[in-house]
């Protein structure tokens, strides 16, 4: 310990210009002059990866940058880069390949990742290569983890064990979703049900769930299905219909909730594998159970986040007899005189960190929306935006970062300040402030 405070301080005082250590400076250093970090520890944990990169970050007069040279990552071809870029970032694997692709353009104000031609190509190879293969690997963690329990793990078991994330099962491609990495592995010897490998693909979908009710709704239709022609309760109903349009993300498959409920009721490994994913979600969710203000008749909770077909089931516009298209930004419902917007900002579309959005919040209670290149003041379409409230339309705001995520139900809003035409610019007002963490993921505060 004394001969660590005797290099800690021969480094603050300039005596010497680099300490080598191993495992001694990871955490709790504070040595804010330090600007150059080499790491030459391999290390698979996110978390002491950014520990690591702590030890450079903090702020010092004179001190502009922090170079940080990593060599670790070659010493295995199965090297994890995104599940470390991913801590970084807050990235998925697909946003990372994005970001990789355009130099990390979408990053917060201030902060840069900038990695020489040669490097980013290897890292992307790397990701590409594990979106490929990393099935196979699952496979064989899958089958060494029950041969040393004894037993098979549960779907959230796994998870914790393996140290990997929901979408490495619930992945893009023809093989996803924990009933099939079980039977690839040898753990379901059973006959499958008819629609078993469909509905472990396709359990993918339910993977950004948080509000509680759509959470325990997974429960709700694995307890059904031993009943499935029961009659429902009003809200079951509801929470199933969106459950069965979400899965069934085709729009010729239109079906009532206990139609589902049969469907699912042949698949008994689907029901257990439905009821460990709800143990998992539930798991990862904080969110509070607050009904939606402006649409309490309907299952959505605010700050939930949400598919667009769940949306539209929710608020009746798709049906247990109907599933009409509705793909535009916005959507009215004549009879309730509310208005949707889906509002989709698109961060890893191309923009430059020197570009704002056109679409973005500007403070925990103000967005700012840009309407369609045709509208104006004086439309008919946009006329009743600067009417309102008095024409007693309302407006409930769904955004999302980018075209694979989900809306997040942000609630109604009420007309600030409206500028231009063609396009139009408004100012909304929430009714509900956004919590700090949705603020960032909205927020404009991106370069420039």
């Known amino acids: ?20 250590t191993v495992d001694l400076y990871n955490e709790g250093v504070d040595l804010p002059s330090v600007d150059t970090l080499l790491l030459l520890r391999p290390t698979q944990s996110a978390l002491l990866f950014q520990q690591q990169l702590g030890r450079g970050l903090r ?10 040279l990593d060599f670790v990552g070659q010493h295995n071809a199965e090297f994890r880069y995104d599940r470390l870029l991913s801590t970084l970032t807050g990235q998925s694997r697909r946003e990372l390949i994005q970001s990789l692709e355009h130099e990390f353009s979408a990053l917060p104000a201030g902060c840069h990742i900038q990695l020489q031609h040669q490097v980013r190509e290897r890292v992307l190879a790397n990701l590409r290569r594990h979106a490929q293969h990393r099935w196979r690997y699952l496979k064989a963690e899958l089958q060494a983890l029950t041969a040393l329990r ?11 064990e393996q140290g990997i994330a929901l979408s490495d099962v619930y992945r893009d491609g023809t093989r996803a979703g924990w009933s099939s990495l079980k039977r690839d592995a040898g753990l379901l010897v059973a006959e499958p049900g008819p629609e078993e490998d469909y509905f472990s693909r396709r359990f993918a979908s339910l993977c950004h769930r948080d509000a509680p009710n759509q959470i325990d709704a997974l429960r709700v239709a694995a307890d059904r299905s031993a009943t499935p022609g029961a009659a429902l309760a009003q809200t079951d ?19 009532h909730p206990q139609q589902f409920l049969s469907r699912l009721a042949e698949n008994r490994n689907s029901v257990v594998e439905l009821r460990e994913l709800a143990d998992v ?25 949400y598919e667009r077909r769940e ?10 007899t109907a599933r009409p298209a509705a793909r535009e930004g916005v959507l009215r419902l004549q009879e309730q005189r509310i208005e949707l917007m889906f509002v989709t900002l698109d961060k890893s579309s191309g923009f430059h960190e020197t570009i704002n959005f056109r679409d973005c919040a500007i403070s925990p209670n103000r967005f700012h929306w840009q309407a369609q290149n045709s509208a104006s003041p004086a439309t008919r379409v946009d006329g009743p935006y600067l009417a309102s409230p008095d024409n007693g339309w309302a407006f409930q705001l769904f ?8 809306f997040v139900a942000c609630g109604p809003v009420r007309l600030l300040e409206c500028s231009g035409a063609s396009p139009m610019n408004i100012i ?5 402030p956004l919590p700090a963490r949705l603020f960032r993921e909205f927020s404009v505060l991106r370069g420039g």
């Open 428 to 432: 909304w007002q929430l009714d509900t």
């Open 59 to 68: 702020l010092h007069p004179g001190k502009e940058t922090c170079l940080v």
């Open 399 to 406: 955004v999302r970062t980018h075209r694979d995520s989900a």
């Open 311 to 320: 949306i539209l089931t929710a608020v009746g516009w798709l049906t247990a």
């Open 150 to 160: 004894g037993s098979a793990p549960t779907l959230g078991e796994f998870i914790h």
């Open 1 to 20: 310990m004394e001969e660590r405070s005797a290099a800690r301080a021969l480094l603050e005082k300039g005596e010497v210009c680099a300490l080598v």
């Open 281 to 305: 979600l539930e798991v990862r969710s904080t969110l509070p159970p607050t009904p939606l203000p402006g649409l309490l008749d309907t299952p959505l909770v605010l700050h939930g986040r």
């Open 237 to 255: 109903a509801a929470l199933l219909q969106m459950l069965a349009y979400q899965v069934d993300g085709t729009s010729s498959q239109i079906s």
